[in-house]
């Protein structure tokens, strides 16, 4: 809920906001001299939006074509694990 909270907050201070997934967390915390008993749980990227000129093809593309996402069906279990 506080990455949730952040999220709808960034927005409506006009940033973009995006969870991070699949990141090297050891190279986070060296870069960010992050002590190391901190366990990273979550990692987001805040800022504004750039222009489109700078974007490849293929990002262009993911920018502002349709948005793909799988059905209800294939994350939802009820009454039990079926996935």
Request: proline content about 4%.
């Amino acid at each position: 809920m506080s990455v949730f909270s952040l999220l709808i907050q960034a927005q409506k201070e006009g940033l973009i906001g995006h969870p991070i997934a699949g990141y090297d967390q050891e190279l986070l915390k060296n870069e960010f001299k992050i002590p190391a008993e901190v366990k990273l749980l979550t990692v987001l990227v805040l800022g504004y939006k750039g222009e489109d000129d700078a974007l490849n093809e293929r990002q262009l593309e993911s920018e502002n074509g349709p948005r793909v996402r799988n059905s209800v069906e294939t994350w939802y279990a009820e009454e039990g694990w079926s996935l």
